[in-house]
């Protein structure tokens, strides 16, 4: 019995250890999107709309053991975090490249909240990697 449960919290661990270090920080939280609402996605050189309310920020970053850890993977992650938290764009204000110190992007993401069509917004379209 001790070594199965030994070995339940080993893979626990080995699989977290594997995913992205994901820091939030809401400052409004907003009751969560429903799944046929838009959320746009905002590279570093798209513009905000005028009106829109932050609702917090979120940063990526390697653990040191990360996979799946791409832009799209990234994206993907920010858009059901800010689904979750009422926002329905996501912002990258700063993107850090994979390079010879980590295999992974490292991204600062903010979420806002905007009433107007979010899919009139020039945006990043999500590719399959």
């Not at 001790?2 to 995913?19: D, E, G, N, Q």
Request: net charge positive; glycine share 4%; charged share 25%.
């Amino acid at each position: 019995m001790k070594i199965k449960t030994l070995i339940v919290v080993l893979v626990t661990i080995v699989l977290s250890a594997c995913s992205p270090k994901i820091t939030t920080n809401l400052t409004n939280k907003q009751p969560a999107l429903r799944a046929e609402d838009k959320i746009a996605l905002l590279d570093v050189h798209h513009n905000l709309p005028e009106g829109t309310t932050k609702i917090g920020d979120l940063r990526f970053q390697d653990s040191g053991f990360s996979t799946d850890c791409s832009f799209n993977s990234l994206m993907n992650r920010a858009r059901i975090q800010a689904r979750e938290n009422g926002a329905n764009i996501v912002k990258v204000v700063e993107k850090k490249a994979p390079d010879l110190l980590s295999s992974c992007y490292r991204l600062k993401i903010e979420l806002y909240k905007y009433d107007g069509d979010v899919s009139r917004i020039p945006q990043y379209q999500l590719t399959l990697d």
